[in-house]
């Protein structure tokens, strides 16, 4: 079952709320200028009933419907939301209520997806922290999701079989002022986001993960980096090599092969329209050279 509350609202410590404004810098991060925002939060929430009576658009910035939600100051989230005012909805009053009620993130639609132990692993990994560091695309737990399913699944599968807890009891969690420091809590698997790029590498190195398990690629990281870049090189090459102007192109997001292949093909060769029908050939030219670096 579809659970997306659970990546938005974990519990009664924390919220997310990195897709407010839906029309934010995309680069922006929660943790950026951190004093300016909590004093914002605050000055939302008490002024609510003011900006009620004055409402204007919002800017990428900011939004004036987002506050905390507890005069604890833990969870923050929108002040506008049909839960909030018996089911009226007054997202409106910004001016991008369409966006504010569609925002969803990648993050959230994986940890849909995934089972309640594998969910549960995940949200221990932000134990303790704060909505600030929560909503961060720094912390542990959101660079692990940008993986995807199956990666988070295999990772799952690797830490209960080398006995990781995740039950909910876990300590192992990262503090919000220790987010640096303890991303080994990820049982190791830090390598990922800190020598890898999930853009470049999720395809390829589930792949290996499949075949040979993650502690293989964690040991032969630099062979693998080598054999990336050479791949993606080749690649370039064999397929730059068949488009002239009278090829057909299609987006690589068209081509029918996952999301985390069209991810290498565009940022790796950074081709972003193939010749249609290169999804076979593509395939096979990795199959070889993953053969001859998982011998
Ligand atoms: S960014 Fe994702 S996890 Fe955070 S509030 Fe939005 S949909 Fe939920
Ligand atoms: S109106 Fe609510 S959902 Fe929309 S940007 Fe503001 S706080 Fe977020």
């Not at 929430?45 to 939004?63: A, T």
């Not at 054999?227 to 993606?232: G, K, P, S």
């Amino acid at each position: 079952m579809l659970n997306l509350a659970t990546l938005c609202f974990p519990d009664q410590e924390k919220s997310c709320f990195y897709c407010c404004p839906p029309i934010r810098d995309p680069e922006a991060d929660p943790l950026d200028a951190i004093v300016e925002k909590r004093r914002l939060l605050r000055s939302n929430r008490q002024d609510l009933q003011k900006n009620l009576d004055n409402p204007h658009e919002i800017s990428g910035e900011e939004c004036w419907g987002l506050g905390f939600l507890d005069d604890q100051e833990k969870q923050t989230g929108c002040l506008l939301h049909p839960l909030r005012h018996q089911g009226s909805d007054l997202r409106h009053l910004t001016g991008y209520q369409f966006k504010c009620a569609n925002a969803l993130c990648r993050e959230a639609l994986v940890f849909a997806e995934l089972s309640e132990v594998e969910q549960k692993f995940c949200l221990n990994l932000c134990r303790g922290m704060d909505s600030f560091n929560y909503s961060s695309r720094r912390n542990p737990l959101m660079r692990l999701l940008a993986w995807d399913k199956e990666m988070v699944q295999v990772i799952v599968c690797e830490s209960l079989e080398n006995g990781l807890k995740v039950s909910p009891d876990n300590k192992t969690g990262v503090h919000s002022n220790k987010l640096q420091k303890s991303s080994d809590s990820t049982g190791g698997y830090d390598f990922l986001w800190q020598k890898l790029d999930f853009r470049l590498d999720g395809f390829l190195a589930l792949m290996i993960a499949k075949q040979k398990g993650l502690n293989f690629l964690r040991h032969n990281l630099d062979d693998y980096i080598r054999l990336r870049d050479d791949l993606i090189s080749g690649l370039r090459e064999q397929l730059t090599l068949q488009i002239t102007s009278a090829t057909p192109l299609i987006p690589a997001h068209k081509l029918k092969i996952p999301l985390s292949l069209s991810r290498l093909l565009k940022f790796g060769t950074d081709l972003w329209e193939l010749p249609s029908g290169c999804e076979e050939q593509v395939l096979q030219y990795i199959e070889n050279k993953l053969t001859t670096f998982s011998l």
